[in-house]
């Protein structure tokens, strides 16, 4: 299944995307407003927001609004389309920018690619909520462990630090391996940075 939300405020248009979607077999799911969608039962889905330009309380400056609470993909639907509009969007955080009458193969053209990066953005939320879970789970020595073995702390160096046993700071590092999923220290570190970040 896949869902398009829309918030069109030109009735015909609004008309016309849902028939073209439904004849495609895409959901419509019309809106009043573009933040409706953040909390829409459906967004499990690929998703993407056709969203009019223009509209009352709308502007290029609520885009990152709606990105940062990871929106579906954000496409901007334009009567009056210029180059400026387009590129001021588009740095924003639009996912695409079109114009007014649309072409039937550029608008699925965009809204597919909206729902590729509605999927990949969905897959590495659900990495990045699992891998919070992992370190959740390490215990306060596990987690001192893991600060000094990313930072390049031989078992030795670590056991100096926190003044335990090398025996001890291999045991627990070994368990905070198990309990991270990692395969070396190498992943260990990139877990570190996507923690961290």
């Known amino acids: 299944m896949k869902i398009v939300y829309t918030v069109v405020e030109d009735l015909r248009l609004s008309h016309t995307l849902h028939t ?9 799911i019309s809106l ?6 953040l909390s829409h039962e459906n967004r499990h889905v690929a998703s993407c ?16 609004y709606l990105r940062e609470r990871n929106s579906p993909p954000i496409i901007i639907i334009s009567v009056n389309g210029d180059v400026p509009s387009c590129v001021r969007a588009l740095r924003k955080g639009a996912h695409d920018y079109l114009t007014v009458p649309l072409m039937a193969p550029r ?14 953005l969905r897959a ?12 959740a789970s390490l215990t306060t020595r596990e987690a001192e462990i893991m600060h000094y073995a990313v930072r390049g702390f031989l078992n030795k160096q670590t056991a100096a630090e926190l003044k335990i046993t090398e025996n001890t700071v291999q045991v627990h590092r070994g368990r905070v391996m198990r309990k991270m999923h990692a395969t070396s220290l190498a992943e260990l570190v990139l877990m570190s940075v996507r923690l961290s970040s």
């Open 107 to 120: 608008l699925f053209q965009a809204i597919e690619s909206a729902f590729d990066a509605d999927r990949r």
């Open 20 to 28: 073209a979607l439904a004849a495609n077999g895409v959901a419509v």
């Open 32 to 37: 009043h407003s573009s933040s409706e969608c």
């Open 124 to 135: 590495e939320l659900q990495e990045t909520a699992e891998l919070r879970s992992r370190w």
């Open 49 to 64: 927001l056709l969203l009019s330009e223009g509209l009352a309380g709308m502007d290029c400056g609520s885009l990152p």
